[in-house]
């Protein structure tokens, strides 16, 4: 990596190295223009994140994002270019099971089936764009079935409560490449996809830049680190969280902040653990949706067999519940005595928290920007279409479109 001086004029600098401001990093390198990527962490990734376990040879766990799908066409095209698409392995298939009075039951001992019958015809006539998920799905698919089943499963999809969510936002149709496995995984965790991205042509990254403030700086851009270093840019992406984005926005594009002041950010205390296989008694699943124990949802790592471990991701809601008391829980629900642990680790995510309406919150933030900042400044993010990876780079491609032309 280069060592910058406070002289240094960059073409462009992302702030955020996850996978929104990656991917701007590399659309804006296929369109010609060199890119820095800032993260303060040390690592890149941000909610893609595989853990391994300091002593458990190669075995991982998803921390936060644990799958890809064929539908994710910006993410096959950037894997296909960086040369990751070869490498994907299928997901062994697995059921979801509900935790629910201190059970894990079968997902389809939680459905109404005739409300279901029921209420589906009317969810096509619904306005998907305009409904909270709570009005939407507990219309269209019936409002017991919301209640018991799929309130929970939504919920455990985005780590938050999401009946006020926009139903929009949460799964989007996009079309499928059927030369593309349906879901799938890498041999050593969906993090290579970012470490790959991060060592691709015409993207540098400095890991450990905190970026502090972002202020206007003769018709470009001026960016404070916490380390006390100064960087100067012609175009900057910011790729961070609303909180993070709002307290940058604010001298260079005032209006925008007070539209990303208004969406909240859920807080979740993500829980792995790794057992030896022979201490669970536990059929293979997918993992558990959680409809009144302490933790959101669980994902099991059993979508990629290990010969010698099993691995569990538990969110819980953050700042709830203590070390000991996450990993009770978690054992309770695996049916297996504390003492049987073989490692933890503890992950700190971060996901948005939209709301209906926030399709107008998007528009007035793209107005303000756009009149600040002309072409010279894009946001990106998991909180403009959807949180999931594609809708992550769906918008990175859009905003690069409006900052280099078409490339
Ligand atoms: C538990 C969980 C499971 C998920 N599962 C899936 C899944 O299976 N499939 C799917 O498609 N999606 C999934 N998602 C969603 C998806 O992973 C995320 O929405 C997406 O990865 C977010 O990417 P991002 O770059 O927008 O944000 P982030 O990943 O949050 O990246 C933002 C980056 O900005 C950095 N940053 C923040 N402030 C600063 C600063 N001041 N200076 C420098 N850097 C800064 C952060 O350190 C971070 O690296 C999941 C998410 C979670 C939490």
Redesign the pocket.
Known sequence: MNQLTSSDVHSHIV?????????AAFFASRAGTPSLV????D???????TRSFAGLEDFWV????????NS?GHLLTIMEEIGTLGQIQAKAKASYRLWRSSKRVSILSALHPLELIASLPRLRKLDKEALSVREYYGQGLGRKNYNDLFGPAFRS???QTADDYPAAALFRKKPRRKDVLRSFTLPSG?AEIPQALAQSKGIEVRLG????ALSPDAGGYRIE??SGETLRAERVTL???PD?AT??LQQVAPAAARATGRIGVAE?D?LLLAFDRKDLNLPRMAGLISVDGPFL?A?SRDFLDHPRYRGF?F?FPGGRLEAEGQIAAACQALDVAPAKVAAVRHER????SLRKGHWDLVVELDQALASASGSSMAV????FLG??????LTRSHSEMTRLFGRF
């Open positions: 702030i955020g190295g996850g996978i929104s401001g990656l991917g800032l993260e303060q962490d690592r890149v990734g941000g909610c893609m994140n998803e921390a936060g994002s644990h799958s890809c799908f994710y999809v985005i780590c969906l830049a905190v970026v502090d680190l916490t790729a961070v969280p993070v307290r940058l979740i993500s949802s994902v991701a969110h995510n971060r996901l948005p990106t993010g998991n909180w949180v999931s990876i594609e809708d992550c």
